[in-house]
């Protein structure tokens, strides 16, 4: 049991850490973004960059593996669309970091009232 659960909090933490690298570069969140509005070809969310097009397929491929975005193909247009679940692991590991934070502020807090208190 125990070996499962550590197993399961670095399968967490593994997709935390390609969200990430995905979101480390300017371009990818750029197009994550425009992909908050809404679903696009991958022309259209490189036409606003100066890269060539292999160029931008490199990060496409990023966001793709990251699980950030999923892509489809009809015909020759491949569409872009958000995978918001995934986003919302960004969003729980930042609410327990605050939440950790918080705590130790409050503790701060209290220790400091205590010792104005005592002198």
């Known amino acids: 049991m125990f070996i499962g659960a550590i197993l399961t ?3 967490k933490y593994q997709v935390l850490d390609d969200v990430f690298v995905a979101l480390g570069d300017p371009t ?3 197009v994550i973004r425009r992909l908050g509005q ?5 022309g259209e969310l490189a036409e606003p960059f100066a890269i060539t097009l292999p160029s931008f397929m490199k990060h496409v491929r990023t966001l793709e593996s990251s699980g950030l975005i999923n892509t489809h193909k009809s015909g020759r247009v491949r569409t ?3 995978n918001q679940d995934r986003l ?3 969003d729980d590991w930042l ?3 605050r939440r ?3 705590e130790q502020t409050d503790r ?3 220790f400091v009232t205590e010792q104005q208190e005592n002198q």
């Open 9 to 11: 909090h670095m399968a």
């Open 28 to 30: 990818r969140r750029a």
């Open 38 to 42: 809404g679903p696009a070809s991958v």
């Open 80 to 82: 872009c669309s958000l």
């Open 88 to 90: 919302a692991v960004v």
């Open 95 to 97: 609410a327990e970091q």
């Open 100 to 102: 950790l934070w918080t």
């Open 108 to 110: 701060l807090a209290d």
